[in-house]
């Protein structure tokens, strides 16, 4: 097996919503394998520190501030980050928001916030990337949620979402395949340690509930998904195209989850 595959010396890694959580591992994991990576989302103090945290790594990072929900800015940082480090070969689009809430008990602006950064977010993301990408050879990662194919309750802002994420990510498949551009989403499941799943699961015993409908009976590691991610942007992947990728122990195989419990406590602490 040629491990070399997996080696990114030289290749620019662009991650959205790259300062945190999932995003910020796969940044991690590509900067430990040689790329240069640039990293977006809307706090400078938080790209500019997950730029430091990269760069002790031995890699040339670049940390910018930009909202998804806002194309100009998107513009600029994909400009600056072409400048430094040349054309895009590995796209990250990772941007998200959530919280639970029924949808008699969500606003209007509640709803159209998560799919905005979420699902108009995403378009922007790739749309004004398509200009930096190398092409041929250019591989997005779109950074979806079980939600998108499993109605869940207290979600059904992420659920519109996140649907409309994957199936963003077939369209694009499709119309940029001839380009040598290649388009999946990778689906996590629970990760510990990240924000969503502290939104999710806020007590113990909402989390230990989770783990025990996961199959494998664990929770998902950030590394878990980062290596997906290198697969994927790898030599390994090149076949691979318009893919809805689970990532999640088999917790897409159960069947709807029931947050109610999660969702009171989530009041509770309001």
Same mark, same amino acid.
């Given at each position: 097996?040629?491990?070399?595959?997996?080696?990114?010396?030289?290749?620019?890694?662009?991650?959205?919503?790259?300062?945190?959580?999932?995003?910020?591992?796969?940044?991690?994991?590509?900067?430990?394998?040689?790329?240069?990576?640039?990293?977006?989302?809307?706090?400078?103090?938080?790209?500019?520190?997950?730029?430091?945290?990269?760069?002790?790594?031995?890699?040339?990072?670049?940390?910018?501030?930009?909202?998804?929900?806002?194309?100009?800015?998107?513009?600029?940082?994909?400009?600056?980050?072409?400048?430094?480090?040349?054309?895009?070969?590995?796209?990250?689009?990772?941007?998200?928001?959530?919280?639970?809430?029924?949808?008699?008990?969500?606003?209007?602006?509640?709803?159209?916030?998560?799919?905005?950064?979420?699902?108009?977010?995403?378009?922007?993301?790739?749309?004004?990337?398509?200009?930096?990408?190398?092409?041929?050879?250019?591989?997005?990662?779109?950074?979806?949620?079980?939600?998108?194919?499993?109605?869940?309750?207290?979600?059904?802002?992420?659920?519109?979402?996140?649907?409309?994420?994957?199936?963003?990510?077939?369209? +694009? $498949?499709?119309? =940029? #395949?001839?380009?040598?551009?290649?388009?999946?989403?990778? @689906?996590? %499941?629970?990760? !510990?340690? *990240?924000?969503?799943?502290?939104?999710?699961?806020?007590?113990?015993?909402?989390?230990?509930?989770?783990?025990?409908?996961?199959?494998?009976?664990?929770?998902?590691?950030?590394?878990?998904?980062?290596?997906?991610?290198?697969? +994927? $942007?790898?030599? =390994? #992947?090149?076949?691979?195209?318009?893919?809805?990728?689970? @990532?999640? %122990?088999?917790? !897409?195989? *159960?069947?709807?989850?029931?947050?109610?419990?999660?969702?009171?406590?989530?009041?509770?602490?309001?």
């Amino acid at each position: 097996m040629d491990l070399s595959a997996l080696d990114f010396t030289g290749r620019h890694l662009f991650v959205a919503g790259g300062s945190s959580g999932i995003n910020f591992g796969i940044a991690q994991a590509f900067a430990r394998a040689g790329a240069r990576v640039t990293v977006i989302s809307r706090s400078p103090d938080k790209v500019a520190a997950a730029a430091r945290q990269l760069q002790a790594l031995g890699t040339q990072a670049l940390g910018l501030a930009a909202d998804v929900r806002h194309p100009d800015s998107l513009e600029r940082a994909f400009a600056a980050a072409s400048a430094r480090f040349g054309p895009i070969d590995v796209l990250v689009s990772g941007a998200a928001g959530n919280f639970l809430a029924s949808a008699l008990d969500m606003s209007p602006n509640a709803f159209k916030t998560v799919v905005d950064i979420d699902l108009l977010g995403s378009f922007n993301v790739a749309r004004l990337a398509h200009a930096h990408l190398r092409k041929p050879g250019a591989c997005v990662i779109q950074i979806s949620a079980g939600q998108a194919f499993t109605p869940t309750p207290f979600q059904a802002h992420v659920c519109a979402a996140k649907a409309g994420v994957d199936m963003l990510t077939q369209v +694009l $498949a499709l119309e =940029w #395949g001839p380009l040598g551009v290649r388009i999946n989403s990778i @689906v996590p %499941g629970p990760i !510990a340690g *990240t924000e969503g799943l502290k939104r999710l699961a806020p007590t113990e015993e909402t989390l230990d509930a989770m783990t025990q409908r996961v199959p494998l009976r664990r929770l998902g590691r950030i590394e878990d998904i980062s290596r997906m991610a290198m697969l +994927l $942007a790898s030599d =390994w #992947g090149s076949w691979i195209t318009g893919a809805i990728i689970p @990532v999640d %122990g088999g917790l !897409a195989l *159960t069947g709807p989850r029931d947050f109610s419990a999660a969702a009171a406590a989530s009041r509770r602490d309001r």
